[in-house]
């Protein structure tokens, strides 16, 4: 299942969002192994992306781990709540 990783280069920083969506391809066939890895390759390249934390969360949720899939849902809402403070839309 692994080699499904090495044929997509996943290590541009452009690349963070299509490896969480290669990610939401394999959770809907509910491929969670390789789903995970995808996740964990667009934190990698870009840990401030709080959509692959949350998706994170539901591998684990759907798994029955709620406590590590809480972990995930925190540091998501933590990573919005941060990016939402730098826009505009507070200061309107």
């Given at each position: 299942?692994?080699?499904?990783?090495r044929c997509f280069?996943?290590?541009?920083?452009?690349?963070?969002?299509?490896?969480?969506?290669?990610?939401?391809?394999?959770?809907?066939?509910?491929?969670?192994?390789?789903?995970?890895?995808?996740?964990?390759?667009?934190?990698?390249?870009?840990?401030?992306?709080?959509v692959a934390y949350?998706?994170?969360?539901?591998?684990?949720?759907?798994?029955?781990?709620?406590?590590?899939?809480?972990?995930?849902?925190?540091?998501?809402?933590?990573?919005?709540?941060?990016?939402?403070?730098?826009?505009?839309?507070?200061?309107?």
């Amino acid at each position: 299942k692994q080699r499904n990783m090495r044929c997509f280069n996943c290590s541009s920083q452009r690349s963070f969002q299509a490896c969480n969506n290669i990610g939401n391809i394999y959770y809907n066939l509910r491929d969670l192994s390789n789903a995970l890895l995808f996740y964990q390759k667009s934190i990698e390249i870009n840990p401030e992306y709080a959509v692959a934390y949350e998706n994170l969360g539901n591998i684990f949720w759907a798994q029955g781990d709620k406590e590590k899939a809480g972990k995930f849902y925190r540091k998501s809402k933590k990573l919005s709540d941060a990016a939402m403070k730098k826009t505009a839309w507070p200061q309107l």
